[in-house]
């Protein structure tokens, strides 16, 4: 069995992010940039289902130059080996280009899955599986929290807001997974040295077959118009419990008619 | 004047969300609102009338039993033909994982640009989003194509404005290429009569500080009475005590309710970007350098044990 598992590089949720000023793309110069840290369960699951199905797992990232650090970091993890889309022209995309990119490059895979974080943490849009899924005309199951494979067919529990479904299909598809999964595996040190002479083939728009105008800014189908930072929300006022803090608590509550 | 098709979504048990009454409210700006509600036979009619209090002039009833027995690939291919067939000045979803899903396969079959989890959307088409943890405000629009957006819940002020919809049924054949994900079985975890975590308008989070899942009923008899949701931090999910789907912040659910009571929770910058933009944040915390304090606006040094029994006490006096 052949399985991709989609890493996307972004700037690390727990310190400050900033759009550009020039052109309104995340600024990752300033950023520490790390893996997506949906797509680790991501990769987690692909390797689970390896060690019991057989097979390969190959990562793939498209994204700039420096995510490279990012597949090397995956691929510590154990993957077999990467595909790197990076192209000056995929700069500037939408979700709608971002999907015909790693859309073309899947399909030059060829793989049975792809296992895929469910959402991005700094786009967030939960748009990229159904978006692959729609262009390839495979299944999509998305929102994982459990997931099962039994030769070609795959069975899921999808996280809803007020519990689960069971959704099934089979191979090739799509399977978007939660962080409730797994819990994603450190690289070993052994797997730290392996993966600096793992195969990561880069690839090109042209390498894909996909025309550099209908990608990128060029491409883009939204844009953004302006955008400014807000200001950080100021502490209010702060009182120590002696007995009585419940009580003055709500009588706060009672003050901005809460209660 | 042109029409904007908002997309409903319901639940059995709560009828349609709030989440469609704020569309059907900023669809109005835009243009003549009409629900389209994508379900099994009988899904539109037990919606209609509150569709009707907020303003769909014409609600399209596309029901099929296929449209309930797999994921999201029908209603999209639905919606899409509807689309073509009324040329509408916008469409409108619900930011929810559905909603989202939907919204994302709409843009590819039409090639149509797409604006997520969108605070507002002004006549003109351009969207207001939130993003990096609510700390940048970013104005955006869609360049190919018609406005394509989903709504965050609890962005605008649901407004009534009756009106006598049309009920038009719209023939759906689902294709089997749309057939390939099937949903098996449908299982409601517990939540009693709890609003849904994104619509509440109050929002009762625990963090770790509330030391175990036989504690989280401290949380929730305090959400019970104040006829708020209940939260949790990732600590409080990973340690076992709340379940997955009630997680607040950047790996969870992005809440905006009127009040977000914070227990025992340090307020980590990934938990704030899911909550930091609710209108009032109160937190009850023991430890008086909790960063949680730099954004609440009222904040509790103490023992969440003895502060919020009593909160809840005093509640219940003051009701009498
Ligand atoms: C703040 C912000 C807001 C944005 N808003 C919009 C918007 O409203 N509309 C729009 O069209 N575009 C938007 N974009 C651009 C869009 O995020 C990118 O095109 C992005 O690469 C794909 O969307 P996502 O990150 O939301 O993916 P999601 O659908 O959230 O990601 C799901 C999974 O897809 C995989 N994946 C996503 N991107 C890649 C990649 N480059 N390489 C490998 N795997 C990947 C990962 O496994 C990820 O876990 C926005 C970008 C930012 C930074
Ligand atoms: C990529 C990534 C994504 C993440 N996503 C999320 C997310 O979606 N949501 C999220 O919440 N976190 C998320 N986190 C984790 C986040 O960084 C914090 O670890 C987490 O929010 C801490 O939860 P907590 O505040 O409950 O626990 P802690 O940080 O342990 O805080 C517990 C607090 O309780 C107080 N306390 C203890 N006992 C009492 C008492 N008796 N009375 C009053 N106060 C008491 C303590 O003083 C302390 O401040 C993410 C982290 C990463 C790296």
Same mark, same amino acid.
């Given at each position: ?16 992010r900033?759009?550009?000023?020039d ?23 692909a ?11 190959v ?15 995956a ?45 991005s ?28 494979v039994d030769g070609?067919?795959l069975?899921?529990?999808?996280q ?6 069971v ?20 690289p ?8 600096k ?63 | ?9 319901a ?21 003549e &609102?009409?629900a389209? *509600? !994508? ?6 009619? @037990?919606?209609? =009338? +509150? %569709? /009707? ?27 899409a ?36 989890d ?10 207001t989003?939130?993003?990096f ?28 404005? &009756?009106?006598?919809? *049309? !009920? ?6 689902? @294709?089997e290429? =749309? +057939? %390939? /994900? ?46 708020g949701a ?60 909790a &960063? ?14 003895k ?14």
């Amino acid at each position: 069995m052949k399985i991709v598992v989609l890493v996307k590089q972004v700037p690390d949720s727990g310190a400050e992010r900033t759009l550009r000023g020039d052109d309104n793309t995340v600024d990752r110069g300033s950023a520490d940039n790390v893996i997506n840290e949906m797509d680790e369960y991501a990769i987690e699951e692909a390797l689970r289902i390896r060690e019991r199905a057989g097979g390969e797992v190959v990562v793939l990232t498209v994204g700039p130059e420096r995510a490279g650090e990012s597949i090397r970091k995956a691929l510590s993890m154990g993957p077999d080996s990467a595909v790197h889309v990076t192209d000056e022209a995929v700069r500037g995309s939408c979700a709608v280009g971002t999907s015909k990119v790693l859309a073309a490059a899947i399909s030059q895979i060829n793989p049975d899955l792809i296992v895929c974080g469910a959402e991005s943490t700094d786009a967030r849009g939960q748009l990229i599986p159904h978006m692959i899924a729609e262009r390839l005309g495979i299944a999509a199951l998305t929102g994982a929290r459990k997931l099962t494979v039994d030769g070609p067919a795959l069975t899921i529990e999808r996280q809803t807001e007020d519990g689960y479904e069971v959704v099934s299909a089979a191979m090739p598809a799509v399977v978007s997974v939660w962080d409730t999964i797994n819990e994603p595996r450190y690289p070993s040190f052994k797997g730290i040295m392996a993966a600096k002479k793992k195969p990561v083939a880069t690839r090109s728009l042209a390498d894909l077959g996909v025309p550099a105008a209908e990608v990128g800014f060029d491409g883009a189908t939204s844009v953004v118009v302006e955008h400014g930072k807000r200001p950080p929300r100021q502490a209010g006022n702060k009182i120590t419990d002696s007995g009585d803090g419940g009580v003055k608590l709500v009588e706060f509550l009672a003050s901005e008619k809460l209660v | 004047m042109a029409e904007v098709l908002v997309v409903v979504e319901a639940a059995p048990a709560t009828g349609v969300k709030k989440v469609t009454l704020e569309l059907l409210t900023i669809a109005r700006a835009l243009g003549e &609102p009409s629900a389209v *509600v !994508l379900g099994a036979p009988g899904a539109a009619t @037990a919606v209609q =009338d +509150k %569709l /009707a209090e907020f303003g769909a002039r014409t609600i399209y009833a596309v029901q099929s039993e296929d449209l309930d027995a797999y994921l999201v690939a029908p209603k999209a291919t639905a919606l899409a033909d509807l689309i073509t067939a009324v040329s509408p000045a916008a469409v409108l979803l619900a930011a929810s994982q559905e909603g989202k899903e939907i919204a994302g396969r709409l843009a590819i079959k039409l090639g149509n640009g797409i604006l997520t989890d969108v605070v507002g959307l002004d006549a003109s088409g351009v969207a207001t989003q939130l993003a990096f943890a609510g700390s940048t405000v970013v104005k955006s629009r869609v360049t190919k194509g018609i406005p394509l957006v989903t709504l965050r819940p609890n962005s605008v002020t649901p407004v009534p404005a &009756p009106a006598s919809p *049309v !009920l038009e049924n719209v023939a759906v054949e689902v @294709a089997e290429n =749309d +057939k %390939l /994900a099937r949903v098996l079985n449908r299982v409601a975890e517990r939540k009693g009569s709890r609003p849904e975590l994104t619509e509440a308008s109050i929002v009762v989070s625990g963090g770790r500080g509330v030391g175990s899942a036989d504690n989280f009923k401290l949380v929730e008899e305090l959400a019970d009475l104040v006829g708020g949701a209940v939260g949790a931090s990732r600590a409080a999910v990973d340690s076992g005590f709340y379940p997955h789907q009630f997680q607040v912040g950047q790996t969870g659910k992005t809440v905006s309710p009127q009040l977000y009571l914070a227990l025992g929770i340090s307020g980590a910058i990934q938990h704030r970007a899911g909550m930091q933009t609710s209108k009032t944040i109160v937190a009850v915390n023991k430890d008086d350098e909790a &960063p949680i304090f730099e954004l609440a606006d009222f904040g509790v040094v103490g023992d969440l044990f003895k502060v919020v029994p009593r909160a809840t006490e005093a509640i219940r006096e003051r009701r009498g």
